[in-house]
């Protein structure tokens, strides 16, 4: 079946650097991605998302790159602070499959300070 | 800032036991969902509720699994006869739109714990 996946499973990173989350989606017909930030007992929380059509979306602190070529999504965030500490999720959406959210494995995300 | 939110925080039931998970979804919103996350994998989706019926389910909601809308502002999953591997996240959420155009908005989640 059509899955979402991670390709790094915990990222480490210094204050103040910056992370790069990766992600890898094999349904070439999905429309819609997003990534979510998971903290310690709580919901997914929405970041930031890109529809099919772009090649990237920058949010505050925050740009999501999509390259369709090779099915590769990205999260980047510029000067990591340690409350950006959470699991990453990318999440895509095909409406031939229709509405639901088809989520990755997840990264771990650790900031040193 | 509008929120989804989920009772209870933590479940504990026998298995064989009928559980039913509340949310009150956004307020506008019109798209309700329901996801599940085993401890340490990753989030599925269950079932999606739109306009008073389900629009979408996945094999994992099979017929031990229900959801209704009882009024205006809840929304509920019902699991039947629970069984271990039901222990797990439960996740509520809501959009405004189709999830291909609008963002899916999450409740802070109902463990289950199935003994």
């Known amino acids: 079946g059509e899955s979402v996946g991670l390709h790094l499973p915990t990222l480490s990173v210094q204050e103040g650097d910056n992370s790069i989350i990766n992600c890898a989606y094999s349904?070439?017909?999905?429309?819609?991605f997003i990534w979510y930030k998971q903290e310690s007992g709580k919901g997914p929380q929405f970041i930031i998302d890109i529809r099919s059509n772009m090649d990237k979306r920058q949010g505050q602190r925050v740009t999501v790159l999509l390259n369709k070529t090779v099915k590769h999504l990205s999260l980047q965030i510029a000067a990591t602070q340690p409350g950006d500490s959470a699991v990453y999720f990318c999440?895509?959406?095909?409406?031939?499959?229709?509405?639901?959210?088809?989520f990755g494995a997840g990264t771990i995300l650790r900031v040193k300070s | 800032e509008p929120e989804v939110t989920q009772t209870p925080s933590h479940q504990v039931t026998q298995m064989g036991q009928e559980v039913i998970l509340r949310c009150v979804p956004i307020?506008?919103?019109?798209?309700f969902y329901w996801y599940r996350q085993i401890l340490g994998q990753k989030v599925e989706f269950l079932v999606s509720f739109y306009n008073n019926e389900i629009s979408e389910k996945s094999e994992i909601f099979d017929d031990q699994f229900s959801v209704e809308r009882p009024d205006g502002s809840n929304f509920t999953l019902k699991i039947r006869s629970t069984k271990l591997e039901d222990s797990a996240m439960y996740f509520c959420a809501s959009s405004d739109n189709l999830a291909g155009v609008g963002n899916q908005f999450f409740g802070p989640g109902t463990r289950l714990t199935v003994l």
């Open positions: 349904n070439s017909a999905s429309d819609y």
């Open positions: 999440a895509e959406i095909s409406m031939e499959y229709g509405n639901k959210l088809v």
């Open positions: 307020s506008n919103h019109l798209y």
